[in-house]
């Protein structure tokens, strides 16, 4: 992606093209304003300063959510960690409020979330939340793209199969 350009002029218009994906992105992970700028600055400071390597990158975004990764687990490990739920509001997110789905469905969908693997809902919430393809969420991540399609076939294979179950999920006889 950066063969022959100015990497400069490509991390400007990065930062204009994806400033507003990233803050989204660190404020479901953290949801403090001041951790959430601090993030995005270190992010593209870290990116600046590995501008002589970036002719090697492929996929400049993908690349560029992989620092704000590891940014954000850095962050989190200087921060006092909260309760085990905090990785799964990542996925539902405060719109789920107003989302339509009900109180219930949302604790069950919760439940059901928090029973997959970190690396599982990490995958998840790269791709439904942030929608990036799986070459950029491989480069996110480190790991083969194989492994992001099978994370990602495995995750929702669970939640499909856990959300099927679930006793709210199964009709109720009718009283009549």
């Given amino acids: 992606m950066m063969a022959g350009g100015d990497p400069i002029a ?7 093209s994806c400033r507003e994906e990233l803050l989204r992105y660190f404020r479901r992970r953290h949801q403090e ?29 993908g690349y560029l959510f992989g620092i704000a990764r590891r ?6 490990r200087r921060r006092v960690r909260v ?6 509001d990542v996925l539902l997110g405060p719109a789920s409020a107003g989302s339509g789905i009900s109180t219930p469905d949302l604790a069950a969908l919760r439940d059901v979330l928090l029973a997959l693997s970190p690396a599982h809902r990490e995958a998840l919430n ?20 194989g492994t992001v399609r099978s994370r990602l076939h495995y995750a929702l294979r669970a939640l499909r199969a856990a959300w099927e179950t679930e006793p709210h999920r199964q009709p109720k006889e009718n009283p009549s």
């Fill in 10 to 16: 490509a991390i400007g218009d990065l930062y204009r």
């Fill in 33 to 61: 304003s001041a951790c959430v700028e601090d993030s995005l600055h270190e992010t593209f400071a870290r990116l600046i300063r590995s501008a002589g390597s970036l002719r090697r990158v492929r996929t400049l975004r």
């Fill in 71 to 76: 940014v954000s687990a850095e962050a989190w």
């Fill in 83 to 88: 309760a085990n739920g905090a990785s799964v």
């Fill in 126 to 145: 790269l791709r439904f939340t942030h929608g990036l393809d799986y070459a950029e969420i491989a480069k996110a991540t480190g790991v083969p793209i």
